[in-house]
């Protein structure tokens, strides 16, 4: 665990593993990271991923997705563990003070709500701003533990009509909000920006 705080790349180039044990955790790394590079493999152009929320056991997400790999987190001490030259440290209710809208691809949301997302507030506001760094038609991927004291309020992706409800096609998921029905008691929802009228017309 030194090693890590230390330098998570050293700690890479040293073969060294360290990482969460979860269910949930290991359906987000295989089944929904090999979607996503499957997703980057028909892209015509190289895609780019934001994650949010960074800890010890997400250090090597950036090896694990094939496309260009952002992060942000409030906390500074999560810094570390974000690529280099590609994390910031910032709140998710202010994305798009860090970033040019339209720009990524697909956001991830895993473990930020209910775990410093705590109030409606937040959650409406990190919703309208993974809407504006979406390109029309990304992917928004939420994660979170549907327990009374992680779950404050309702979690809806279509949150004032900015995304749509949509089942990847992921081996095992049949609609857009997938339970684990482990001990965290982890749900998966997925949902895609709504494009523009004159775009869809």
Same mark, same amino acid.
């Given at each position: /665990?030194?090693?890590?705080? =230390?330098?998570? &790349?050293?700690?890479?180039?040293? $073969? +060294?593993?360290?990482?969460?044990? *979860?269910? @949930?955790?290991?359906?987000?790394?295989?089944?929904?990271?090999?979607?996503? @590079?499957?997703? &980057? &493999?028909?892209?015509?152009?190289? %895609?780019?991923?934001?994650?949010?929320?960074?800890?010890?056991?997400?250090?090597?997400?950036?090896?694990?997705?094939? %496309?260009?790999?952002?992060?942000?987190? /409030?906390?500074?001490?999560?810094? +570390?563990?974000?690529?280099? !030259?590609?994390?910031?440290? !910032?709140?998710?209710?202010? %994305? *798009?003070?860090?970033?040019? #809208?339209?720009?990524?691809?697909?956001?991830?949301?895993? !473990?930020?709500?209910? =775990?410093?997302? @705590?109030?409606?507030?937040?959650?409406?506001? %990190? /919703?309208?701003?993974?809407?504006?760094?979406?390109?029309?038609?990304?992917?928004?991927?939420?994660?979170?533990?549907?327990?009374?004291?992680?779950?404050?309020?309702?979690?809806?992706?279509?949150? *004032?009509?900015?995304?749509?409800?949509?089942?990847?096609?992921?081996? $095992?998921?049949?609609?857009?909000?997938?339970?684990? @029905?482990?001990?965290?008691?982890?749900?998966?929802?997925?949902?895609?920006?709504?494009? #523009? #009228?004159?775009?869809? *017309?």
């Amino acid at each position: /665990m030194r090693l890590f705080k =230390w330098s998570p &790349a050293f700690a890479a180039k040293c $073969g +060294v593993k360290f990482r969460l044990r *979860a269910v @949930n955790r290991q359906f987000l790394e295989r089944e929904i990271f090999d979607h996503l @590079n499957q997703l &980057a &493999a028909k892209s015509p152009t190289r %895609m780019k991923c934001l994650f949010l929320g960074m800890h010890y056991y997400t250090w090597h997400y950036p090896r694990l997705l094939k %496309m260009d790999f952002y992060s942000l987190d /409030m906390d500074p001490e999560q810094a +570390v563990y974000g690529p280099p !030259g590609r994390h910031v440290i !910032g709140s998710a209710t202010d %994305m *798009a003070g860090y970033y040019d #809208e339209e720009s990524f691809d697909i956001v991830v949301s895993n !473990g930020v709500i209910g =775990w410093g997302l @705590n109030e409606r507030i937040g959650f409406e506001q %990190m /919703m309208e701003q993974c809407h504006r760094v979406l390109k029309p038609g990304g992917l928004l991927i939420l994660g979170y533990n549907d327990t009374p004291e992680r779950k404050p309020y309702p979690v809806d992706i279509d949150h *004032a009509g900015l995304f749509e409800p949509v089942v990847p096609s992921i081996r $095992g998921i049949t609609h857009f909000e997938h339970p684990m @029905n482990d001990s965290y008691a982890h749900v998966f929802v997925f949902g895609r920006k709504r494009k #523009e #009228e004159t775009e869809t *017309a």
